[in-house]
């Protein structure tokens, strides 16, 4: 007689992500600032007072789980709905159904997922039986609402942002499913807590990824006397990554970023492509990248070439828009870009200056004549008095102070002769010259 393993069972022929779907909020892992106790979302849903929604944010966060939980708490009738799939037709037919139930007095939830990709004529088709409360809309979308979704539709809904999950959150969710019935509970799988944890970190903040990491891993794992392990070897098979990079919280973590942060500051473009690679490669967040390099932008280059800003913030945003892998070479045109500018961190250290004085000298009052005097009473106490507008002058520019008494005199910011930096500082150049000859 043929033995069977516990893969052989039927109740295992789902994958994973779907068995464990959350039944009811409870269950729910993630999205605290909505569904915590006494948040909006919670109380509305709490309440059967739901309106019509748009759920923005990343895949693999909830956003139709979340649509099925509200359906099943408020006892309305949900109609899953594809934008991929779907046009005008069946949006009607879709409609007839939703009105005859409210003429029946029952409520639905119509689920709309990528709500983007449907164009403005099927959004528009959607409107009067939102209005007249046919339906409650739920849309989901991972891209901006603002963007890609008409205002007429976005204004008769709520926006709510869901955000990825937690690296604490996935792990609270694999374990969930290491223990739960419905995943691998009872059936003696051990998986140690730093497979877990490079479980959590690949996944990057989306929970099917997370879970179907997993039951790669149960699945490929070593099968003894009843038992299965999942080993760290299994785990780095699974997600073809060398564990040690997994630790986004610890010292590999901020070495890497030094890395890269330091070969761009030297401008060795290749050194620097090499650790964005890594970086990557290792499953680091492009976004978390692409913040560190639109400060590195301004800390490190500033006004030496000011499209470096611009080129860093356009690509968080692509970063933002595209996701991984294709926001790869995005990032690898800011690295390239950023390594190749004149370097200056001028701007950088003139605020360390400021702030230090800030900080010393926090009651430091406003000078009269740059004060804002709004009321005859202001203007009484000579708020204004001697404030000289630099657009009433030939030259733009006035002698007025702009600074406190005590700070008379005080330069921060003092520009290098890099790139286009050169070109500010014979501006400010002039600018003092002309304060000094006209100064009273």
Same mark, same amino acid.
């Given at each position: 007689?043929?033995?069977? *393993?516990?893969?052989?069972?039927? &109740?295992?022929?789902?994958?994973?992500?779907?068995?464990?779907?959350?039944?009811?909020?409870?269950?729910?892992?993630?999205?605290?600032?909505?569904?915590?106790?006494?948040?909006?979302?919670?109380?509305m849903i709490d309440m059967d007072q739901t309106p019509s929604m748009i759920f923005w944010g990343p895949p693999g966060v909830g956003k139709t789980t979340l649509a099925r939980i509200i359906a099943g708490r408020t006892k309305a009738n949900f109609i899953d709905f594809s934008a991929v799939t779907s046009g005008i037709r069946e949006?009607?037919?879709?409609?007839?159904?939703?009105?005859?139930?409210?003429?029946?007095?029952?409520?639905?939830?119509?689920?709309?997922?990528?709500?983007?990709?449907?164009?403005?004529?099927?959004?528009?088709?959607?409107?009067?039986?939102?209005?007249?409360?046919?339906?409650?809309?739920?849309?989901?979308?991972?891209?901006?609402?603002?963007?890609?979704?008409?205002?007429?539709?976005? *204004?008769? !809904?709520?926006?709510? %942002?869901?955000? +990825?999950?937690?690296?604490?959150?996935?792990?609270?969710?694999?374990?969930?499913?290491?223990?739960?019935?419905?995943?691998?509970?009872?059936?003696?799988?051990?998986?140690?807590?730093?497979?877990?944890?490079?479980?959590?970190?690949?996944?990057?903040?989306?929970?099917?990824?997370?879970?179907?990491?997993?039951?790669?891993?149960?699945?490929?794992?070593?099968?003894?006397?009843?038992?299965?392990?999942?080993?760290?070897?299994?785990?780095?098979?699974? %997600?073809?990554?060398?564990?040690?990079?997994?630790?986004?919280?610890?010292?590999?973590?901020?070495?890497?970023?030094?890395?890269?942060?330091? *070969?761009?500051?030297?401008?060795?473009?290749h050194a620097g492509i090499y650790w964005l690679a890594r970086m990557l490669e290792a499953g680091e967040d492009p976004l978390y990248i692409a913040r560190r390099l639109v400060r590195f932008a301004s800390e490190d280059i500033g006004l030496a070439d000011s499209r470096a800003l611009e080129i860093a913030v356009a690509a968080y945003?692509? !970063?933002?828009?595209?996701?991984?892998?294709?926001?790869? %070479?995005?990032? &690898?045109?800011?690295?390239?870009?950023? *390594?190749?500018?004149?370097?200056?961190?001028? %701007?950088?250290?003139?605020?360390?200056?400021?702030?230090?004085? +800030?900080?010393?000298?926090?009651?430091?009052?406003?000078?009269?004549?740059?004060?804002?005097?709004?009321?005859?009473?202001?203007?009484?106490?000579?708020?204004?008095?001697?404030?000289?507008?630099?657009?009433?002058?030939?030259?733009?520019?006035?002698?007025?102070? !702009?600074?406190?008494?005590?700070?008379?005199?005080?330069?921060?910011?003092?520009?290098?002769?890099?790139?286009?930096?050169?070109?500010?500082?014979?501006?400010?150049?002039?600018?003092?010259?002309?304060?000094?000859?006209?100064?009273?």
């Amino acid at each position: 007689m043929e033995q069977q *393993s516990f893969f052989d069972d039927r &109740t295992m022929t789902n994958p994973l992500a779907s068995r464990l779907r959350p039944r009811n909020l409870d269950e729910f892992v993630g999205q605290t600032h909505l569904l915590g106790e006494g948040k909006v979302m919670r109380q509305m849903i709490d309440m059967d007072q739901t309106p019509s929604m748009i759920f923005w944010g990343p895949p693999g966060v909830g956003k139709t789980t979340l649509a099925r939980i509200i359906a099943g708490r408020t006892k309305a009738n949900f109609i899953d709905f594809s934008a991929v799939t779907s046009g005008i037709r069946e949006i009607k037919e879709v409609m007839q159904r939703a009105e005859l139930n409210r003429r029946m007095g029952e409520k639905t939830i119509l689920f709309i997922d990528e709500i983007h990709r449907f164009n403005k004529a099927q959004q528009d088709a959607f409107l009067p039986f939102v209005e007249k409360g046919s339906i409650v809309l739920i849309g989901a979308t991972t891209e901006n609402p603002s963007f890609e979704i008409n205002s007429a539709l976005l *204004s008769r !809904c709520k926006v709510f %942002v869901l955000h +990825a999950l937690s690296e604490e959150d996935m792990k609270r969710l694999l374990q969930n499913a290491l223990r739960d019935e419905r995943g691998f509970g009872g059936r003696n799988v051990a998986v140690d807590a730093e497979s877990v944890s490079m479980i959590a970190a690949f996944a990057n903040g989306d929970a099917r990824i997370a879970l179907n990491t997993l039951e790669m891993a149960v699945l490929n794992g070593a099968r003894e006397a009843g038992k299965t392990t999942v080993t760290k070897e299994t785990v780095e098979q699974c %997600v073809s990554k060398k564990s040690l990079l997994y630790d986004k919280n610890g010292e590999e973590h901020y070495n890497l970023i030094s890395a890269l942060h330091k *070969s761009v500051r030297n401008s060795d473009v290749h050194a620097g492509i090499y650790w964005l690679a890594r970086m990557l490669e290792a499953g680091e967040d492009p976004l978390y990248i692409a913040r560190r390099l639109v400060r590195f932008a301004s800390e490190d280059i500033g006004l030496a070439d000011s499209r470096a800003l611009e080129i860093a913030v356009a690509a968080y945003q692509a !970063c933002h828009f595209i996701g991984m892998p294709e926001c790869n %070479v995005h990032l &690898t045109h800011a690295v390239v870009y950023l *390594s190749a500018a004149p370097k200056s961190n001028a %701007v950088d250290a003139a605020y360390m200056k400021a702030a230090r004085d +800030a900080r010393e000298m926090l009651a430091e009052p406003v000078p009269l004549q740059i004060r804002n005097a709004p009321t005859k009473l202001m203007k009484e106490l000579h708020y204004g008095e001697g404030y000289m507008y630099a657009h009433h002058y030939e030259d733009k520019l006035t002698a007025m102070e !702009c600074l406190p008494d005590s700070l008379r005199g005080r330069k921060y910011y003092e520009p290098t002769a890099q790139g286009s930096e050169a070109r500010v500082k014979e501006r400010l150049a002039q600018i003092e010259a002309w304060r000094e000859k006209h100064r009273p």
